[in-house]
């Protein structure tokens, strides 16, 4: 099982899948947007998965080199709850910042 995350209590992140909409405004070739979303995750505690849930929300820009090829980055942040560990209830906040390239046709 890959970690995307270990907490202090030596639990961690398997997997995280995010939804996601986009609103921006365009400044010549750069688009500067917000992002707004929902989060799921499963946390392993000791070979045990929980489930986590909760909502996604970011800031992002995306700017045309030329014609066809564009780059781009992306700060979001997930704020999850759900993770039942033992008598705990865990909440967590993950971060994540995204740097891409890509090719329109």
């Not at 781009?72 to 039942?84: H, I, P, Q, V």
């Amino acid at each position: 099982m890959r970690e995307l995350f270990r907490g202090s209590l030596g639990s961690y992140v398997t997997d995280n899948v995010d939804a996601k909409g986009r609103l921006g405004y365009s400044f010549g070739s750069a688009l500067v947007y917000g992002v707004v979303g929902y989060s799921w995750a499963t946390t392993s505690d000791a070979g045990t998965l929980y489930p986590a849930s909760g909502l996604n929300y970011g800031v992002g820009l995306d700017y045309m080199v030329n014609d066809h090829i564009f780059v781009g980055a992306e700060y979001l942040m997930r704020n999850l709850t759900g993770f039942d560990i033992g008598v705990n209830r865990i909440d967590a906040t993950i971060n994540s910042a995204t740097i891409r390239a890509g090719y329109k046709f």
